[in-house]
């Protein structure tokens, strides 16, 4: 079945610092991919997505880019921000052209803290 | 519309009660999906509806747990005689989805947190 590897957390960086968070996942078909990140005490919001192979989804400064050789969906910042503290989940879904269910894989998150 | 809601947003229960919870979704969405998430994890898929068909409900966890939309607009997601192990983030997420589409984007609502004594 569909799964996503995500890096442990936690991660603790300095404000302006550059943000990776690697992101892996295995898929049956060609999954859209997502970003999704959980502000404290906040409800899960979609950062970023990309649908096809060498898409690149960004929004706020984050980038990721679809690698289907490399199943892979890296997430990238270059100049972190304490706002940014969150937990950061990358997600697949599985569906097309309006069939099948496109439910949400998620990774275990990793929790990121910036700190001035 | 404000997003999607969710009530309660905190439920204590004692082992062997049973609990109800309400998502209310954005109006116009067509699918909703529940998720649970336990501690250190990511959201785990439970099942979907697209209006008021339930269309995957295998991944339910248990015979306890049940889900009802009735009138293709708020569900509701029962468990019954609570256990401990579940204690978790019960989440609710709505989509519109056409015909053609090739993503979905769901908006997840804040959560209901239940703890099981």
């Known amino acids: 079945g569909d799964s996503v590897t995500q890096m442990e957390g936690p991660v603790t960086l300095s404000e302006e610092a550059f943000l990776t968070i690697n992101c892996t996942y295995t898929a049956t078909g060609y999954p859209s991919l997502f970003w999704y990140v959980q502000y404290p005490g906040e409800g899960l919001q979609l950062l970023l997505k990309a649908t096809k192979a060498d898409d690149k989804g960004s929004n706020k400064g984050f980038e990721a880019t679809y690698r289907k050789e490399t199943t892979s969906f890296h997430l990238e910042k270059g100049s972190v921000q304490v706002s940014d503290s969150a937990v950061y989940f990358c997600?697949?879904?599985?569906?097309?052209?309006?069939?099948?269910?496109?439910?949400?894989?998620f990774g275990k998150g990793t929790k990121l803290s910036v700190i001035p | 519309d404000t997003g999607v809601s969710q009530n309660p947003r905190h439920k204590i229960t004692k082992r062997g009660q049973n609990v109800t919870f309400r998502c209310d979704p954005i109006s116009e969405h067509n699918r909703l999906y529940w998720y649970r998430q336990t501690l250190g994890q990511g959201p785990e898929f439970l099942t979907y509806f697209q209006n008021e068909a339930q269309l995957e409900k295998s991944r339910l966890l248990s015979d306890r747990f049940s889900a009802e939309r009735p009138k293709g607009s708020f569900s509701t997601l029962e468990i019954q005689r609570t256990e401990q192990g579940d204690s978790a983030m019960y989440l609710c997420?709505?989509?519109?989805?056409?015909?053609?589409?090739?993503?979905?984007?769901?908006?997840f609502g804040p959560g209901t947190r239940l703890t099981v004594l």
């Open positions: 997420a709505s989509s519109f989805l056409g015909a053609g589409v090739s993503y979905n984007e769901q908006f």
């Open positions: 997600a697949l879904s599985e569906g097309y052209s309006g069939a099948g269910s496109y439910q949400l894989t």
